[in-house]
């Protein structure tokens, strides 16, 4: 997703990632039987207390996505992000989804 684009939502609303991994330089290119591992951090991408989310850790498919979709939940207002940390032959690197809003009242 561009990371410009914020995502709104509520409290205690679940939202569901797909995360599909390509080289940094083709990235028409998926990268297949990687390991990968999610965190949640804040706006600017540190790591705060722990949110809820589904899991840790997964590997990527023969298609680069995630064999296992990515559930985050929110249980308080604030900014998130979504990190995603991976090899990319063989240096370590991370990339973030776009912020995640979570407000009172969705707009």
Request: overall charge neutral; hydrophobic content about 40%; glycine content about 8%.
């Given at each position: 997703?561009?990371?410009?684009?914020?995502?709104?939502?509520?409290?205690?609303?679940?939202?569901?990632?797909?995360?599909?991994?390509?080289?940094?330089?083709?990235?028409?290119?998926?990268?297949?039987?990687?390991?990968?591992?999610?965190?949640?951090?804040?706006?600017?991408?540190?790591?705060?207390?722990?949110?809820?989310?589904?899991?840790?850790?997964?590997?990527?498919?023969?298609?680069?996505?995630?064999?296992?979709?990515?559930?985050f939940?929110?249980?308080?207002?604030?900014v998130?992000?979504?990190?995603?940390?991976?090899?990319?032959?063989?240096?370590?690197?991370?990339?973030?989804?776009?912020n995640?809003?979570?407000?009172?009242?969705?707009?």
């Open positions: 997703m561009p990371a410009q684009v914020p995502i709104i939502t509520g409290p205690d609303t679940p939202l569901t990632f797909y995360v599909r991994l390509v080289f940094n330089d083709n990235i028409l290119t998926p990268v297949s039987g990687r390991r990968i591992k999610f965190s949640i951090v804040d706006s600017f991408g540190f790591s705060g207390p722990q949110r809820e989310i589904n899991l840790s850790a997964a590997a990527t498919g023969p298609d680069g996505f995630s064999q296992i979709n990515v559930i939940q929110a249980h308080d207002i604030g998130y992000r979504l990190r995603v940390d991976y090899d990319d032959r063989g240096i370590d690197n991370f990339s973030f989804s776009p995640i809003i979570v407000i009172s009242h969705r707009a």
